[in-house]
């Protein structure tokens, strides 16, 4: 069974840091895409980062270019997003996600709250 | 950056057909991706690369797009079918969210 769990979510503060995590199981990650995606309380989804299968290709969302940085250990089955300078408009639900046919698993998210 | 829209609100009866719509410049020479979420829950693929449903998906929802427009229709509308829809695109190395459109089935 395909499984993907966000943790090292939590309360940081205006301009501090925090990573991220997805552990993956029930498949290969060095086979796939990956994603992450985030939602604001009430908000809709917004695409951050994608990482290819080995690691060599990076995109970012302008939103967080410069701010963020994502990395896989394919080793570990897992996958990082390392957050600095963070805002209180970070404050969000951070999703990661397989990408195979659209985005087709879903982790079930880690919430940061960015707030003094 | 590339930029697609969708209607903040779509409504529908039971039974009926719904259709919701993405836009986005030349959105027809990309694919477009729609994806579900419920209150509460993670997103869910119902369509991708424009009209391919994957497994465990009912026949019911279906996907096309041309021109500007991707466009989402689901038939026969079931209340179990009320949620937020989001299109999805990629566009030079840039993968995009439509804001999202609440389908209420009443």
């Known amino acids: 069974e395909v499984q993907l769990v966000e943790s090292g979510g939590g309360l940081v503060q205006p301009g501090g840091s925090l990573t991220v995590s997805c552990s993956t199981s029930g498949f290969t990650l060095s086979h796939y895409e990956m994603h992450w995606v985030r939602q604001a309380p009430g908000k809709g989804l917004e695409w951050l980062s994608y990482i290819s299968g080995s690691g060599s290709t990076i995109h970012y969302a302008d939103s967080v270019k410069g701010r963020f940085t994502v990395s896989r250990d394919n080793a570990k089955n897992s996958l990082y997003l390392q957050m600095n300078r963070l805002r209180a408009e970070d404050t969000a639900l951070y999703y990661c996600a397989r990408a195979r046919d659209g985005l087709d698993y879903w982790g079930q998210g880690t919430l940061v709250t960015v707030s003094s | ?106």
């Open chain 2, 1 to 106: 950056s590339y930029e697609v829209t969708q209607p903040p609100s779509v409504s529908v009866s039971p039974g009926q057909t719904a259709s919701i719509t993405c836009s986005g410049d030349k959105l027809g020479n990309k694919y477009a991706c729609w994806y579900q979420q419920k209150p509460g829950q993670s997103p869910v693929v119902v369509i991708y690369q424009d009209s391919k449903r994957p497994s465990g998906i009912p026949e019911r929802f279906s996907g096309s797009n041309s021109g500007n427009t991707a466009t989402l229709t689901i038939s026969g509308t079931q209340a179990v079918d009320e949620a937020d829809y989001y299109c999805q695109a990629w566009d030079s190395s840039t993968w995009v969210f439509g804001g999202g459109t609440k389908l209420t089935v009443l």
